[in-house]
């Protein structure tokens, strides 16, 4: 796989380009489709897979993470794919009109496979989703686990639950089968949605340090086992604040706020990458999904004493709902009251919801203050009490 | 007016009906139609407009506020109105049914103009706006209100500024005419949109202590200078917990809570009001409007030492913007970098980054750590930085 190489930027404001040529003019050298081969970290040196070295003092780890095929024979074969850049997007599309694609398989239950099954299904696919669970999108609550079962069929796509895929096949009638443990599912193409694995091969021969989650080492500043040696985005852990564990999140969002650390570390402005508090989102059709902090099990495992409740409600003033719908979960903490976390579900005003909550969170709020919090209430917005607020009194009252 | 006067709330879980009728069932009396001619606090008693005494224990203030109608001849006449009830909108509505009214004019250009003239354009009214200032909703910084005014200009609202109501006219050719210092304004109704005064008339024959802004002085617990007199919503002042001062901010949202602390303060479950930031919002046409905290004139005015900037962006991811544009501008002090106040316009997403900032305001957040927060990251909701995150680290520069 390609990876850029540059030299550390001498002058951040001229960086103001993104082609390769431009960053030349800026002194910066980037080399596009150059394969690195390892890292000789002790003698400060890149390898290429041309032969060259490239000596460095400071290098930066940004190698990404790999979606994951499962180990099933028949997975190399065309047709098959697994959903990680933009290429893969456009091979994807490519493939689907270049041979007539009809019919589509998912495997995997969690938000790539979502926007997935949106995606092919507004190119017109008949869409399966097939997942060895019971019910998609396992990290939120059940109950709203069932509200996107609900979206999916509403638009179409079979959720064909408890299968685990054995092996891809090439079949006479269908141009390829999903076997999976119950049965043979005829397809045109397959999109394996199970996840991703931290790049970290170079990392490792480079004797670096990997956490428990299998992603490279850091700290605060991003920094590697070795100090000259910087690690960002997907292919790094992230302090989570609420669990306060070390752990991998690869969200795009994450690695651009790591990378602008890093950067700013070696350029000579200190400053530490504050953790996540794992907010997350996503839209499908006509729902939006989001999630921030930790659920009742991680809280748990963190040592919190976790209390959670839902609500359902309007999220938007009574008099001007047209049918919308919003769930709205918090998880509080029974010894101290404070916020752990939230999910939410709604055709509107989820993910606006779960983004005041990270902000509750990463304030250190309690259910008290939420509860009581002043939000820009208008009627098109939100109720006089917005649903934040009815939440973290009710759960209040349960812990 | 007539005020709903009712007993202390002996079981609140009974309370969950709202006719008269059933809160009688629940023990509680309800007078609708019944005015209130003062209040002897000394004796404990209310006086009725019939000549009855009900004595009290515990007396709760809930008189409201009052749209203000200027000092000018003519106001009084049919046609002319003010909008602060569900009662004022129904006659609205009706008057321009019973009278085929072709022209509407609203004098003042806070939100309640704004809602007012999207309304009145609903109706298929030909609609002016004339105000004595130069833009329109003068609280939001001039950037912002320009985009107001076109956004007023391309639904067809004329706005007339520079202009102060002198008088109230009838006359031949138009049903009404609103006369100005500059012009004479044909129209078939008016609406005065010129904010609210606190209704404090009985408060103060009782002795009760108004504040500097007129409006009844109360402490967190929503008691009034008399130990056993609580007043609570428009009529009474609430804390800003930006500015540190009491002011009256009467909005539907505060009025719900203080109502809420009151009921349990006096049912023996001690609670305070925690106060407000002056989170607020509206609609008009097809734009979000929304602001917190303060802005540099008010926060120079509470001993900070603002700084304030613009930016202009994508709600969401740029691959997904279909021509959405959003205006966020965050207000900093310099000494101590902590966030002051927010503003924010756009098509979407300008109240729910407001509320965020709410959340950070309430929290006591500086621009460092709302610079690198974690938001709900996914593009049909954000950039990977969301706008919340550019705007902090800009603003944060120019400290």
Redesign the interface.
Known sequence: MPYYIGDVIRDPKKLIARTPEKFEETGIRVRLNTRVEGIDSDRGEVLLANGERLSYDVLVMGTGAEATLPDIPGTMQGGVFTLKNLRDGINIKEYIKGNSCRRAVIVGAGFIAMEMSEALRNLGLETSIVYRGELPVKKWDPAFSGVVLEELTKNGVSFVAHNSPVAVEKGPDARLYLVTDKEKIGTDIIVFALGVKPNTRLAREAGLTTGESGAIGVDSSQHTSREEIFAVGDCCESYN?MSKKWGHIP???????QGR?AGRNIAGYPMI???????????MFDL?V???GLDEKEAEKSGYSPAGNIIWGSPVARSMNRGQKLGLKLIADRDSGKLLGAQAIGQSGA??R???????L????GLD?IG???????P??SG???MIHTAAQILEKKL
């Open positions: 604040r969200l795009g969002d994450m690695a651009n706020k650390v990458f504050p953790g996540v508090v794992g907010a997350q989102s996503f839209k939006e989001a999630m921030t993910v606006s779960i983004n005041v909550l990270s902000a509750c990463w304030g250190g709020m203050e009581y919090m002043d939000l820009a209430y208008s098109p917005f006089a009490w917005d």
